[in-house]
C-alpha cells in the first residue's frame, strides 16, 4: 500500500507519500501478553515522527497517510521461524497515540479511538 520503504535510524519514506519522516529514537515496546499478536510488538524499537503534523498535510488527500498525524514508528524483525519469512524482514506499525509508553495492543480501539493506525512487513535489502 505504501510503496517501498528506505528505513534509517534518522528518517523513514515510503514510495508513494510525498517527503520524508524525521525520526528520534525514544525507547523500546514492553513484552505484551495475552493475545498471540500483541506478542508480535513486545521488543519494537520506537521513534518519535518529529515532523508528523507535515507528513499528515503532505499526505491529506492522497488516502495513503493515516486519518490522525503518525506520531511514531514502531520496528522489529520477523524471526525467520515463521515459516514463511525467506529473506530478512522488518515489521514496522505506525502509531497514532499521543505517548508511546501507554500504548498497548491487547487495549487498542478501533475507529476514532484506534492507536494502530497501519502495520506491514518490508523486505530488508
Not at 39 to 44: D, L, S, V, Y
Request: glycine share 8%.
Amino acid at each position: 500500500m505504501l510503496g517501498d520503504l528506505t528505513l534509517s535510524t534518522t528518517s523513514a519514506h515510503f514510495a508513494k507519500m510525498k517527503g520524508r519522516m524525521k525520526l528520534e529514537y525514544v525507547g523500546v515496546l514492553p513484552a505484551f501478553a495475552g493475545a498471540s499478536y500483541a506478542a508480535e510488538f513486545g521488543g519494537a524499537s520506537v521513534y518519535r515522527v518529529t515532523n508528523a503534523e507535515s507528513i499528515f498535510a503532505a499526505n491529506r488527500n492522497n488516502r495513503i497517510e493515516c486519518d490522525r498525524p503518525t506520531r511514531y514508528l514502531a520496528v522489529t524483525d520477523v524471526p525467520l521461524q515463521h515459516g514463511y519469512v525467506t529473506e530478512p524482514e522488518i515489521w514496522l506499525w505506525q502509531l497514532t497515540i499521543e505517548d508511546w509508553r501507554e500504548f498497548d495492543p491487547k487495549n487498542d480501539g478501533v475507529g476514532a479511538k484506534a492507536t494502530i493506525c497501519m502495520g506491514a512487513t518490508f523486505d530488508l535489502k
